[in-house]
């Protein structure tokens, strides 16, 4: 996969992140022309590790805050970097999908399966409905 300008600061940020979150361990990925996959495992000491990303504001029922250290914070910073990159650099037309996909991995033959389809994602594109060159 050739990365484009973005695709590369993309790269970059990603392998940034457990710098910035040191309780992050980076596993298999993949920088796709119109999207990213990844694997993140986050290291917990106090076992306090839920699926719940988000908590309401308090105060408030219809506005949330990302969870210090969760996925959740994770993937915002992550994107947050590479919009800020992007906006610096006149790509203002730059824009991430709302959300992402999640799903805990938990045991090893289903860790060999993501890392592989990951591994395969880049020659999957060649037939993706996604790719404008077909």
Not at 64 to 83: A, C, D, E, H, N
Not at 121 to 132: A, H, L, S, Y
Request: a positive charge; charged letters at 20%.
């Amino acid at each position: 996969m050739l990365l484009s300008p973005i695709g590369q600061i993309a790269k970059q940020c990603w392998l940034d992140i457990s710098q910035h979150f040191r309780n992050v361990i980076l596993d298999e990925y993949v920088i796709m022309p119109n999207h990213v996959h990844g694997l993140i495992e986050i290291v917990n000491h106090n076992h306090n590790v839920g699926a719940q990303n988000f908590a309401p504001l308090r105060g408030s029922q219809n506005k949330f805050q990302v969870m210090p250290r969760s996925l959740g914070s994770i993937i915002r910073g992550y994107k947050i970097g590479v919009t800020k990159w992007c906006r610096q650099n006149n790509m203002e037309y730059f824009k991430w999908q709302r959300n992402y996909y999640e799903r805990i991995i938990r045991d090893e033959m289903e860790l060999f399966r993501v890392r592989k389809y990951i591994k395969n994602n880049p020659v999957n594109w060649q037939t993706d409905k996604n790719n404008i060159k077909i």
